[in-house]
């Protein structure tokens, strides 16, 4: 069973800084593309952050310089270090793990974690 665990969301004040953790467990950790995807209140769930097997990075334009997502294979999570927390990050963080092969496409999601950036 796939299961994907968030953490580290919580209330900081706009400047502040959280550090988001995603742990699998079910999977080849390795082998799958880890992402963070958001939502905030009456909006569709968006990219955040992606990272592949090498290591190749993608964000999206508004968290570029701010977020960084990195990933340890030997401990099988992903990480999202947020700084410079804006009010318009506020949403509930989602971790994703990608993975297309021929005839298949797998994609597994977290429960989410919240995240509010409000003074």
């Known amino acids: 069973q796939v299961q994907l665990g968030e953490s580290g969301g919580g209330l900081v004040q706009p400047g502040g800084s959280l550090r988001l953790s995603c742990a699998a467990s079910g999977i080849i950790f390795s082998i799958y593309t880890m992402g963070w995807y958001r939502q905030a209140p009456g909006k569709q769930r968006e990219l955040v952050a992606t990272?592949?097997?090498?290591?190749?990075?993608n964000y999206v334009d508004s968290v570029k310089g701010r977020f960084t997502i990195n990933r340890d294979n030997a401990k099988n999570t992903v990480y999202l270090q947020m700084n410079n927390l804006k009010p318009e990050d506020t949403a509930v963080y989602y971790c994703?793990?990608?993975?297309?092969?021929?005839?298949?496409?797998?994609?597994?999601w977290g429960q989410g974690t919240r995240v509010t950036v409000s003074s």
């Open positions: 990272i592949t097997i090498t290591g190749s990075t």
């Open positions: 994703n793990a990608h993975r297309v092969q021929i005839k298949a496409v797998y994609d597994y």
